[in-house]
């Protein structure tokens, strides 16, 4: 991977009582992925499909970078997620990158973070070809 950080990761935990993310220690995995990854940062946010969810991603986002959210569907992060990408000037189907970690271990998880990324560049290294 290239030392270029442009992606952001935000977790989303469904308030933390989500039994989706029971076999898996969100805060080793958030610490993993920041401390080992090449991201530009890494955090936890309690329920982002929430108001406040909605208006901390108003104040957040910003063109230019790629936000992968860890969380739920993928179908439903774009449909919860829409408005506030378009409100920052972003596109939802380029700019957000949405996993579904439910129901898997922290290695697990971060593995799947680790590969996106890895898949990420490559596309982005086609692109530039």
């Known amino acids: 991977m290239s030392d270029e950080k442009d992606i952001g990761v935000l977790m989303c935990v469904c308030t933390g009582k989500c039994p989706g993310f029971a076999k898996m220690d ?70 957000l990158i949405p996993l579904d970690i439910r129901e898997m271990t922290t290695d697990q998880a971060v593995e799947l973070v680790e590969k996106t990324l890895e898949e990420h560049e490559e596309k982005e290294g086609e692109k530039n070809e």
């Open 26 to 95: 969100i805060w080793d995995f958030i610490n993993r992925v920041r401390v080992e990854l090449p991201v530009e940062y890494a955090f936890i946010h309690p329920q982002l499909c929430e108001e406040d969810g909605d208006r901390f991603l108003e104040d957040f986002l910003r063109p230019g970078r790629r936000y992968l959210v860890a969380g739920c569907a993928p179908n439903m992060q774009y449909k919860l997620f829409r408005d506030a990408f378009k409100k920052a000037g972003l596109d939802v189907n380029k700019d």
